[in-house]
């Protein structure tokens, strides 16, 4: 079994900072793309951030120039540093992972729980 387990969130003021981090462990063989997604109370899912595991990164429109993904392959975690924050990025911010079981030669996708991120104006 997997597990993905966040850390992080919290409670920030307008235009300051927070790094959210989430860790695997489990039975992995490898761990391909990783990412950073948020869903504000009444919206839909929405991708943050991605990396892949050659370290090119996707982001948001919405938080470029912003929000950093980076990746620790050896401790299989993802980092999302979050810069200059903005009221708008209040939400639950969820890793995933698109990893390869060491028992097995599939991909599977796996969640992290959620860690809450409120940025008052």
């Known amino acids: 079994q997997v597990h993905l387990v966040e850390s992080g969130g919290g409670l920030v003021q307008a235009g300051g900072s927070l790094r959210l981090s989430c860790a695997a462990s489990?039975?992995?063989?490898?761990?391909?793309?990783m990412g950073w997604y948020r869903q504000a109370p009444g919206k839909q899912r929405e991708l943050v951030a991605t990396?892949?595991?050659?370290?090119?990164?996707n982001y948001a429109d919405s938080v470029k120039g912003r929000f950093a993904i980076s990746r620790d392959n050896a401790k299989n975690t993802v980092y999302l540093q979050m810069n200059s924050l903005k009221p708008e990025d209040t939400a639950v911010y969820y890793c995933k992972m698109r990893l390869v079981l060491s028992s097995t030669v599939y991909e599977y996708v796996y969640w992290g729980q959620g860690t809450q991120v409120t940025v008052s104006s």
């Open positions: 489990g039975s992995i063989f490898s761990i391909n793309a």
């Open positions: 990396i892949a595991n050659d370290g090119s990164t």
